[in-house]
Each structure stands twice: as structure tokens, then as C-alpha cells.
């Protein structure tokens, strides 16, 4: 099912401009190149070439040829295509309100250029409760029609959508208790016998390599589910590292990147300290990646903290790349903090009112989901 | 001694090349392991590409010999200055194959019809970067592709996709 069109797809499109250009075009000999023509020809090298190009090329392709709109619907296009970065992040405020809204940042260029708005139009569509987000994992968003009882699904209903494509699926009703659901072959099928999660607080699941993996923030011990065999059980990882002046921290987030786990473990309470493990590839150790000291970071930064005796920030998400960084919320502002010159860059003004910045202080951020771009089927 | 392989191309030339450099093709070392390849080996590859393909390959196999050689020590900030010198060589190369772009294409076939992952796929990358930013128009022109899309299935696409289409 296509969603309906938001104001930015009814915007028609000028075709005048190149027609103009193709007529300009007509009246400069072209040579072509027969090489290119015979490379193009080809379905493979076709479908290489594009899976190397920017979404946005992507779509604009598809008007190119038959063909090409074929080749760019395959499957396999789907799975050659990997996204560069985090293009994005969802975030709630207004968690108190009956209508939570639902922010979305840019944090990649081509995004910010093109003004994605597409989540906008989901979350006026079609449920006056407006559509929350339950998950996000590798590009795809686990949707649900009612936000305050987003953890039961008895009562509500479950989408899966893909925000790059703007393609959704509403998702079978389940009964009870908490399930998975994974695609195949263009329907989405239960997977495996239901479990429980009765009395667990855990981490939103992550998908790696093969399991969905989940992080049990009381006891601090894993547990998977492998997505091929359709078995469940304990993981065996090691336990994130914990010291006697750390008890005080708590595990913050927890997820993938190009098959690499990480986790942050912070405290809030007394001085603010952040650290970054990433999990050693043989999987014998959780290894420190960063460390930030905040009083450190607020003496560095006093422009953007403002003159207060007692400081507040709050982790939204690690957003990994050639110049990694950790996207920070301060009052006033939403920030990137960069590894490599640590240094901070405001990517946006954000005021909270005072019941969000309250649950701020004492739960964390608890609602924010990556947007990564894919081109899987939902 | 290293063993050398004579390649023949499409226009008869002789390239003498040794066994490490050329094995990197797939489709040479099964043609040498399946005993196919004595004497010359016959390539349905131009000598002016095969020239090129042979230059990428010497200086893959250039960068893991000397990998091999390495001992630990120092070798991390060998290897960053290696990744520096491969940086620079592949610029000098890509620039090269940008500016003459029947060379390019030619090179992307040959690498496919070698079957060279490496090197396919750096020529897809800059093939895609050639393009990224233009109009399905120029495209079609560029590769003498047929518009077979009604002027109703255009409109749909382009309306599914408003956001793409925007400059």
C-alpha cells in the first residue's frame, strides 16, 4: 500500500525545462560511446552502477527506461544497495500530550537537500491517534496505530513501513505476548513460537548477523533470536564491562553498524561521564572506543551550555561514518559531538517544555529511532 | 623465477605477465587451472585495455606483496602511508579514465568479462558518480535508451517520487 501524498509529492513536477534541454540537446552532435551503450545493456553491471548511486538518483532512474524501473524493483537490487550513513534520526516530544509528536532530524546532506517529509504524512494518515514508532531496524520502522499502549499489540494495529520508498504494510493482529514478524518472499509471516518478556526491561532488539539480538538492561546479559533456524536463547557475549566507580551508569544504547555491536554506558548522576564500547570482532571483549568527560565537554563549550551551575544532556543516538559522532540533546539545542576534533556542531534548536525536559533527566530519551535509507520490500 | 603467461589481445599483441598478477582474473586462473591456458592465452580484450587492466592489476599485487614483507612493527603507520600512496595512484587513475571515457567503458566491460570484483567495482563507482546528478533526459541520451514509458506511467512515476525530482 502507498501512503497518501503529502503536500511535497502533490507538487507537480515542470517537465518544460527539459524538454528545453533535450531540444539543446538534439542539436549538439552526441557521440555515443558504443562501450557505454553495451556496458549499459548489460542487466548485471547495470544493476552494480546503480546500487552505487544516492537514493534520490535511484528514484529519478526509474523514469529512465522499463527496464530500469525493473531492475531498480528487484530484490537483488534491494540487497546490492547499502546505505553510506545514519541519514536520520525520529525522535518524540510532547511525550505527556494525548498526541506525542514525532520530530524527524536530517543528518545527511542529501536529505537535509531534499526535505524529506514523508513521516509526516504517515502520522496524519488515516489514525487520528496518529502512528508511533515501536522500532526501527536497518532502515525498515516497526509502526503502531495508538502510542500509549504501543507495547501491546492485542490492542492496536502494526505497520511496517519503509520511509525511503514510503511503502507500507499493515501487519497481521496478534494475540498475545510478543512476537516477531520477518519477510519473506513479499509477505510477512510469523517466525517461530511466541515468547514472553515478562518482567524484563530490555534494549529494542538489534539485527546481527542473523539473530536479532536483544540486551537485558537489568541483569546485563543477551539473548537472540536466530532468524534462519527460528530458535531462541541465551547469548553468549561478553557482559558489558562494569567498574566499582561505574555503578552507578546505565546502558543508554545499544545497536549495529556494518556488523559491529556497540553500546554506550553512562551517569547522569554527579559527574557526567559517556562511554563508547564497540564489541571485538572474535567477540572475547567489549573495548572502550571513546570516553566523554562532561564537565569537560561544558567548560569547552560554555556558548552553547549557557551560563548554568548545574548542566543537562542526554544521549539521542551514535551516528557512525568516516567522522563519527554522538548526537547530544542540550536545552536549547540538539548537537553532534565529533570524536575525531571533539568538537560540537548544533545541528538544530530544539526547547523541551518542562514535563519532557523532567522525564529527560530521570528516563533518558527513550524514543528515538535511526533512519537509515533502504530499498527492502515491506 | 616467477612464471610468466603469455596474453594475447583481440588485435594480436603479446603481453608477457606474471602468473600472480594476471591470477588475479578469475576467468584466467580457472582457465589456468583448467589447463587451458598453454602457450598464449587469447582475450577478447583490445591491447589498448588490456594495457590498462594490466596496470590495475600490477598495482594490486604491487601493494600485497609488500603487505606480506611487513613485520608488525611499524607496521600500522606503513600501512597508513601505503593507503595514501594507493589514494593518490587511483585519483591519477580514475582522473585519467574520466577524461576519456571510451577507455572507461571499455575497462568496465573487460573487467566483467575477466571477472576483476576489485576493479569492477571502482569503475561502477565512478560510472555512478558520472551520473548522479542528472535527468533521466540526459541518460537516455547518453546511452541511447528508448523512452517506452507512456506519458501517464512518466507522470506516476514522477509523482511517487516527487521528492527525488526536485533540483
Avoid at chain 1, 536463547?233 to 553498524?257: A, Q, S, T, V
Wanted: contains cysteine; hydrophobic residues 35%.
Amino acid at each position: 500500500m502507498t501512503l497518501g501524498t503529502s503536500p511535497l509529492h502533490v507538487q507537480s513536477f515542470s517537465n518544460e525545462r527539459y524538454y528545453v534541454a533535450e531540444v539543446v540537446l538534439q542539436k549538439l552532435t552526441i557521440s555515443l560511446i558504443p562501450s557505454a551503450v553495451e556496458a549499459i545493456e548489460n542487466d548485471d553491471l547495470l544493476q552494480e552502477i546503480l546500487s552505487r548511486l544516492p537514493a534520490q538518483s535511484v528514484f529519478k532512474f526509474k523514469r529512465v527506461a522499463k527496464r530500469w524501473q525493473h531492475l531498480i524493483s528487484e530484490p537483488r537490487f534491494s540487497e546490492l544497495w547499502k546505505p553510506k550513513c545514519i541519514a536520520g534520526l525520529f525522535f518524540v516530544t510532547n511525550w505527556y500530550s494525548h498526541y506525542p509528536t514525532y520530530n524527524f532530524m536530517p543528518l545527511d546532506n542529501e536529505i537535509k537537500a531534499t526535505k524529506m517529509l514523508h513521516f509526516k504524512c504517515l502520522t496524519a494518515n488515516e489514525n487520528p491517534c496518529g502512528i508511533s514508532i515501536v522500532q526501527s531496524c536497518n532502515g525498515l520502522l516497526l509502526c503502531c496505530s495508538n502510542y500509549h499502549n504501543r507495547r501491546d499489540s492485542t490492542c492496536c494495529n502494526y505497520y511496517v513501513y519503509n520511509p525511503t520508498t514510503n511503502k507500507m504494510r499493515t501487519l497481521p493482529r496478534l494475540q498475545n505476548s510478543e512476537r516477531k514478524m520477518t519477510a519473506e518472499t513479499g509477505t510477512w509471516r510469523l517466525s517461530g513460537d511466541p515468547f514472553s518478556f515478562d518482567n524484563l526491561i530490555l534494549h529494542d532488539g538489534v539485527y546481527w548477523s542473523g539473530k536479532i539480538v536483544w540486551l537485558n538492561l537489568q541483569t546485563e546479559t543477551f539473548f537472540s533470536f536466530d532468524v534462519d533456524k527460528e530458535e531462541y536463547g541465551e547469548m553468549l557475549l561478553p557482559k558489558p564491562p562494569i567498574e566499582d566507580e561505574w555503578r552507578h551508569y546505565k546502558i543508554k544504547y545499544f545497536n549495529e553498524w556494518r556488523g559491529n555491536l556497540n553500546l554506550i554506558r553512562y551517569s547522569n548522576t554527579g559527574k557526567m561521564q559517556i562511554y563508547i564500547f564497540q564489541l571485538k570482532e572474535e567477540q572475547s571483549e567489549w573495548i572502550i572506543k571513546h570516553h566523554i568527560d562532561g564537565d569537560k565537554l561544558m567548560r569547552n563549550n560554555a556558548h552553547l551550555f549557557g551560563n548554568q551551575d548545574r548542566y543537562f544532556l542526554c544521549i539521542l543516538s551514535l551516528v557512525h561514518g568516516e567522522d563519527s559522532y554522538l548526537v547530544l540533546y542540550i536545552p536549547g539545542h540538539v548537537v553532534a559531538y565529533h570524536f575525531r576534533n571533539k568538537k560540537i556542531r548544533k545541528l538544530s534548536d530544539l526547547t523541551l517544555d518542562l514535563d519532557d525536559q523532567h522525564a529527560l533527566s530521570t528516563l533518558g530519551w527513550t524514543d528515538v529511532h535511526q533512519y537509515i535509507q533502504t530499498f527492502s520490500h515491506v | 623465477m616467477a612464471i610468466m603467461y603469455a596474453l594475447k589481445s583481440s588485435d594480436n599483441e603479446i603481453f608477457e605477465v606474471e602468473q600472480k598478477v594476471i591470477e588475479q582474473s578469475e576467468t584466467i586462473k580457472k582457465m589456468i587451472e583448467d589447463g587451458a591456458a598453454t602457450g598464449e592465452i587469447p582475450l577478447q580484450v583490445s591491447s589498448k585495455t588490456l594495457a590498462k587492466v594490466l596496470e590495475w592489476c600490477k598495482q594490486r599485487q604491487h601493494k600485497t606483496v609488500e603487505n606480506e614483507n611487513d613485520d608488525n612493527k611499524g607496521k600500522r603507520k606503513k600501512e597508513r602511508d601505503e593507503d595514501d600512496d594507493i589514494k593518490e595512484w587511483e585519483n591519477k587513475f580514475s582522473d585519467e579514465l574520466k577524461a576519456d571515457k571510451d577507455v572507461l567503458f571499455d575497462l568496465l566491460l573487460a573487467s566483467n568479462y575477466l571477472d576483476l570484483p576489485a576493479l569492477l567495482s571502482f569503475l561502477c563507482q565512478l560510472v555512478a558518480d558520472m551520473v548522479a546528478g542528472k535527468m533521466p533526459e540526459e541518460i537516455r541520451r547518453m546511452f541511447n535508451i528508448e523512452n517506452d514509458f507512456t506519458p501517464e506511467e512518466e507522470k506516476a512515476i514522477t509523482a511517487e517520487h516527487g521528492w527525488a525530482f526536485q533540483p
